[in-house]
């Protein structure tokens, strides 16, 4: 596991945290977390509502508040990365399948059986949506 992957799941626990507690993120951040971390937290809580209403978009007869707390905030920076990759300044950006693989990795790790399953369906489908919807690239 990447130092950088290790940094995206600790923002993914810091979303969550905030959004069970209501707690300010910076109250939620530990001593010493690395500044990618706390940028890609403060950022998807910045894009919530945007991220919110995609996920409940693609989450066919799912309410966003119905789906769990952990996965909508997976779902969230997964999300957050594939829209807006430059969000972290100095930051390669992750590729959009990048994003979809480590949001899938965190889902088959800390949530139950069906959650990597379901948060992979509404990714996958947000960038290929994205992709269809994005003109291809023309030389002159």
Known sequence: MSRRSEQRREAVFTVYQHDLTGRPLHELFEQGTAMFTRSLAHATTDHQEELDALIGQYAKGWTIERIAPLERSIMRVALLEM???DVVPGETPIPPEGAISEAVE?????CGSDAPKFVNGILAAVLRDRAASDPPATSA
């Open 83 to 85: 829209l807006h990759p």
């Open 106 to 110: 965190t889902a088959k790790r800390f």
